[in-house]
């Protein structure tokens, strides 16, 4: 069958959760048997999100090859396990960076380059070169922002212009919020007509509307929506409060939506929906038979999803073991060798986070020495494998100095150096280590025990790497490396087989942890973390 596109588009307010329907509507009609993918539109001006502040925008998520994504990709991934690409990410910025050099060379042979027609028909080629390649069914684009902002003006003419081209291929879902107002004791639809009315005034009408709402619609509620935005009732999709993000997509099968989906498409259902495993999981995650308390130390606590990734496989980890995973989020920047034992006491593991720069560093590696001296189960991931590095370093080889050139580019020991093909590199975006690297993992470490092969892929996001120089000192010592690149000989895994668990990792597995398929890692780590006893 020709390739059928979705497009997910937004309203009322921001943060309603457009990234969550699109990934629950794929994992529906991947169970139905369909092939599926995900798509980003963000409507902001830089090329990729690698050089956003994670306050600016939460985690950068990091593709097999090596795209820095928003965070939504990595949703996606955790509920389809379909992995994404830089096809799947694309922003305003990059849009103008690809239409100005086809400029520049010459391409449009001297003709006035606009937003209509040559930016938008560059979006329009993004959304279709997925389908295109043939490898996908349905192509399912959710539009960032809010209908109404400007910066999303060229993205919705784009699904204007597709959703005449294409005709019965093609519908739109709009997610919009419908308030409760307490004093009035009812739903209010007003918001919603109005969102689908600023849709509508840019040539697009909705064929689904999905009601973000902390109340059950009735069905005059619905039916009102339904008649004022010129779509069936049954065609307003309930999206009410749930205990988990993992529940939603039970919540669509119940609303019908992959069912109206398909209806509006012209598409026969393939097949059942096939969601026992997924209800499985939910099982596991909703009745945990133990508990578990872990840091993680890092520097971007305040805002939760600047860790996105690593709080769901804790998820996913969690539920593997039937256990509840208590994630408690401390500050490196306050940590000190005065409160670092009140900071981190009554927890059974210790995670230092990913990071880049000087803030917060020294109290990452007072987490580390903590987790060392005490036997605190540990996992470094990134800039949390240099630390634990830098901090053997200082306390057991004794390199008063040791640090990473990142961090102190005149220390005497770099325990931690710049990569040599980072040394001439002046830009910032894009740049790093990027994407899937194969491992050769030693046998008989305990990464061998964890993965159970000497074979292992992983994402990376770095320009720093241990300093092999050092490498017969650190063995000499006690701490081993686990992983190798099989190619540059860059140490990927560092452990202390000594400890009960202190494993390190140059790389991000979090990024390959999915609900159906929780990383090995986790798994280990939660569970060393339940053998601990504070």
Same mark, same amino acid.
């Given at each position: /069958?020709a390739?059928?596109?979705?497009?997910? !588009?937004?309203?009322?307010?921001?943060?309603?959760?457009?990234?969550?329907?699109?990934?629950?509507?794929?994992? $529906?009609?991947?169970?139905?048997?369909?092939?599926?993918? +995900?798509?980003?539109?963000?409507?902001?001006?830089n090329?990729?999100?690698?050089?956003?502040?994670?306050?600016?925008?939460?985690?950068?998520?990091?593709?097999?090859?090596?795209?820095?994504?928003?965070?939504?990709?990595?949703?996606?991934?955790?509920?389809?396990?379909?992995?994404?690409?830089?096809?799947?990410?694309?922003? !305003?910025?990059?849009?103008?960076?690809?239409?100005?050099?086809?400029?520049?060379?010459?391409?449009?042979?001297? *003709?006035?380059?606009?937003?209509?027609?040559?930016?938008?028909?560059?979006?329009?080629?993004?959304?279709?070169?997925?389908?295109?390649?043939?490898?996908?069914? &349905?192509?399912?684009?959710?539009?960032?922002?809010?209908?109404?902002?400007?910066?999303?003006?060229?993205?919705?003419e784009?699904? %204007?212009?597709?959703?005449?081209?294409?005709?019965?291929?093609?519908?739109?879902?709009?997610?919009?919020?419908?308030?409760y107002?307490?004093?009035?004791?009812?739903?209010?639809?007003?918001?919603?007509?109005?969102?689908? @009315?600023?849709l509508?005034q840019?040539?697009?009408?909705?064929?689904?509307?999905?009601?973000?709402?902390?109340?059950?619609? !009735?069905?005059?509620?619905?039916?009102?929506?339904? $008649?004022?935005?010129?779509?069936?009732?049954?065609?307003?999709?309930?999206?009410?409060?749930? %205990?988990?993000?993992?529940?939603?997509?039970?919540?669509? %099968?119940?609303?019908?939506?992959?069912?109206?989906?398909? *209806? *509006?498409?012209?598409?026969?259902?393939?097949?059942?929906?096939?969601?026992? +495993?997924?209800?499985?999981?939910?099982?596991?995650?909703?009745?945990?038979?133990?508990?578990? +308390?872990?840091?993680?130390?890092?520097?971007?606590?305040?805002?939760?999803?600047?860790? @996105?990734?690593?709080?769901?496989?804790?998820?996913?980890?969690?539920?593997?073991?039937?256990?509840?995973?208590?994630?408690?989020?401390v500050?490196?920047?306050?940590?000190?060798?005065?409160?670092?034992?009140?900071?981190?006491?009554?927890?059974?593991?210790? $995670?230092?986070?990913?990071?880049?720069?000087?803030?917060?560093?020294?109290?990452?590696?007072?987490?580390?020495?903590?987790?060392?001296?005490? +036997?605190?189960?540990?996992?470094?991931?990134?800039?949390?494998?240099?630390?634990?590095?830098?901090?053997?370093?200082?306390n057991?080889?004794?390199?008063?100095?040791?640090?990473?050139?990142?961090?102190?580019?005149?220390?005497?020991?770099?325990?931690?150096?710049? /990569?040599?093909?980072?040394?001439?590199?002046?830009?910032?975006?894009?740049?790093?280590?990027?994407?899937?690297?194969?491992?050769?993992?030693? @046998?008989?470490?305990?990464?061998?025990?964890?993965?159970?092969?000497?074979?292992?892929?992983?994402?990376?996001?770095?320009r720093?790497?241990f300093?092999?120089?050092?490498?017969?000192?650190? @063995?000499?010592?006690?701490?081993?490396?686990?992983?190798?690149?099989?190619?540059?000989?860059?140490?990927?895994?560092?452990?202390?087989?000594?400890?009960?668990?202190?494993?390190?990792?140059? &790389?991000?597995?979090?990024?390959?942890?999915?609900?159906?398929?929780?990383h090995?890692?986790?798994v280990?780590?939660?569970?060393?973390?339940?053998?601990?006893?504070?």
């Open positions: /069958m390739t059928k596109y979705i497009f997910v !588009t937004g309203g009322v307010a921001s943060s309603l959760g457009k990234g969550i329907i699109a990934a629950s509507l794929a994992r $529906l009609l991947k169970a139905r048997g369909y092939t599926v993918t +995900n798509q980003k539109l963000d409507p902001y001006i090329i990729d999100p690698g050089t956003l502040n994670p306050y600016e925008h939460g985690e950068c998520f990091v593709t097999e090859d090596g795209a820095e994504t928003d965070l939504d990709l990595g949703h996606y991934e955790r509920f389809t396990g379909v992995p994404t690409s830089h096809a799947n990410n694309v922003t !305003t910025g990059r849009i103008y960076q690809n239409v100005i050099d086809k400029e520049r060379r010459g391409d449009f042979l001297g *003709k006035t380059v606009q937003v209509v027609p040559h930016i938008t028909n560059e979006i329009k080629e993004r959304i279709t070169a997925l389908g295109n390649t043939g490898n996908y069914e &349905f192509v399912i684009t959710e539009i960032g922002g809010t209908v109404g902002d400007i910066e999303s003006y060229p993205f919705i784009a699904v %204007r212009q597709l959703k005449w081209t294409l005709g019965r291929n093609s519908i739109v879902i709009h997610l919009t919020y419908i308030p107002l307490a004093a009035a004791g009812e739903l209010k639809t007003k918001p919603t007509q109005h969102s689908v @009315k600023a509508q840019q040539g697009v009408q909705p064929d689904i509307i999905v009601c973000r709402t902390e109340k059950p619609l !009735t069905r005059s509620v619905k039916d009102k929506i339904g $008649l004022f935005c010129n779509i069936d009732g049954d065609s307003v999709i309930e999206d009410g409060d749930v %205990r988990s993000i993992y529940e939603v997509p039970l919540k669509m %099968r119940d609303e019908k939506l992959d069912l109206q989906v398909l *209806k *509006k498409l012209e598409v026969p259902i393939k097949k059942d929906l096939d969601l026992d +495993n997924w209800e499985k999981f939910l099982y596991k995650l909703h009745n945990p038979e133990r508990e578990v +308390n872990v840091a993680l130390v890092g520097k971007y606590v305040q805002l939760q999803d600047a860790y @996105k990734s690593i709080t769901e496989a804790f998820i996913h980890a969690g539920a593997e073991l039937r256990c509840k995973v208590n994630v408690r989020y500050n490196s920047e306050n940590l000190t060798a005065d409160n670092v034992d009140s900071e981190l006491g009554g927890q059974s593991g210790i $995670l230092v986070a990913p990071g880049f720069g000087t803030r917060g560093i020294e109290g990452k590696i007072l987490a580390v020495r903590h987790a060392r001296e005490n +036997n605190i189960p540990f996992m470094g991931i990134c800039l949390g494998m240099q630390c634990a590095v830098v901090e053997f370093a200082r057991v080889l004794g390199y008063a100095d040791a640090h990473s050139v990142e961090i102190a580019p005149a220390t005497t020991h770099p325990v931690i150096d710049m /990569m040599e093909e980072q040394k001439n590199i002046s830009n910032m975006g894009g740049t790093m280590r990027l994407g899937a690297y194969p491992c050769q993992v030693v @046998k008989g470490s305990k990464a061998y025990d964890i993965y159970g092969s000497e074979h292992i892929s992983e994402r990376h996001r770095h720093y790497e300093n092999n120089a050092y490498l017969d000192d650190f @063995k000499a010592h006690g701490m081993m490396p686990a992983g190798f690149n099989p190619d540059s000989g860059l140490v990927e895994i560092v452990e202390i087989p000594q400890h009960p668990f202190f494993v390190g990792v140059q &790389f991000h597995p979090e990024y390959k942890s999915t609900a159906m398929h929780p090995p890692l986790f280990a780590f939660v569970n060393a973390a339940l053998t601990y006893r504070p």
